[in-house]
């Protein structure tokens, strides 16, 4: 997929953002890194390394990973997968993960092999999603309620509850109605049960995390995410606390409020959206949550280093 060009920096570039508001004394908030759309390249490997290894450096709860583990060019083979989900089983700390559409359904590009996209995700599941130890979900209490579907999951960390669901770029696999149906189908099972969930633990945050950006900027939705867009207004009506929505997918650092409050027609104080930077800057984003705080979501956007300062100049 085309990749909008994020401002790329060299050394370490660090930027509290608040979406206004002072942060009122409480409890510990909770505290995870975010990133997705790496590694791109050979190059950005050893980069993506040592971010998540700084990242585990502050022992947060858990790392986030948005999907996109390659470029969509890239060989979707069978080594590609094993290679990664070695690197997620090496980190101190679970793995919050979910596909992005360069695993699987872009693997019908020629240049990525000519792949028939479920075949590949039948063997993403099997690399990341069979094997217990390499996301270590299981640590977060991690629910995983829709058979044949392993990748989506939901999980109260804090009082904030985490659904996890897997919707990706490339208009979401339209062209494959069938499948686009059945995973939307499913999507909307798993966002229902974690509601249910929120208020049963009453929950005074949410988070769902995605791969796709859905274009929130659009006045209608854009073509294939129309049911992902309908359960969440569902979601937005039924829920009367903050939600984040976290993604990646354009690799562009974006924290803000796109969507419009239906009453007043102004950006919608309780939706914040984090879309985490990616390749060929090698960074990403530490989320604070605070349900004591004004605001209650915090994003803190990290450079260690970008593709620029791996290439030779000349």
């Known amino acids: 997929m085309p990749v909008r060009q994020p401002v790329l920096c060299r050394g370490l570039l660090l930027g509290l953002v608040l979406l206004g508001g002072t942060v009122l004394a409480g409890a510990a908030p909770l505290e995870f890194f975010a990133c997705g759309d790496l590694p791109y390249a050979e190059a950005e490997w050893a980069s ?3 971010l998540l290894a700084d990242g585990a450096q502050r022992r947060p709860s858990f790392i986030v990973h948005v999907g996109d583990v390659k ?3 890239a060989p979707c083979d069978t080594a590609t997968y094993e290679r990664v989900a070695s690197l997620f089983h090496r980190q101190p700390v679970p793995v919050v993960y979910t596909p992005g559409d360069n695993e699987w359904t ?6 990525a092999g000519g792949y028939e996209p479920t075949e590949r995700l039948a063997v993403l599941r099997q690399h990341f999603f069979a094997d217990p130890s390499v996301l270590r979900l299981a640590a977060l209490g991690a629910v995983r309620p829709i058979e044949g579907y392993p990748e989506l999951y939901w999980f109260m960390q804090d009082q904030v509850l985490f659904s996890v669901i897997h919707v990706v770029g ?19 099972a798993l966002l229902g049960r974690a509601l249910a969930a929120a208020r049963r633990n009453q929950a005074r945050a949410l988070v769902v995390v995605f791969h796709a950006d859905p274009a929130f900027e659009r006045p209608g939705a854009l073509h294939g995410y129309e049911a992902f867009f309908a359960d969440l207004d569902e979601l937005r009506r039924d829920f009367q606390g903050p939600i984040l929505a976290i993604h990646g997918d354009t690799h562009r650092y974006r924290f803000d409020q796109p969507l ?5 027609g102004r950006p919608d104080p309780r939706f914040t959206r984090l879309e985490v930077p990616g390749s060929p800057s090698v960074g990403g984003v530490w989320v604070t949550i605070d349900p004591e705080a004004t605001p209650v979501f915090a994003a803190e956007p990290v450079y260690p280093v970008s593709r620029v300062g791996l290439m030779p100049e000349g």
């Open 48 to 50: 993506f390394e040592r």
């Open 71 to 73: 470029s969509g060019s």
């Open 106 to 111: 872009d693997c019908r590009r020629s240049a």
């Open 170 to 188: 490339s208009h979401d696999n339209a062209a494959v109605p069938a499948e686009q149906e059945a995973r939307a189908a499913a999507n909307q």
């Open 260 to 264: 419009k409050d239906p009453a007043t």
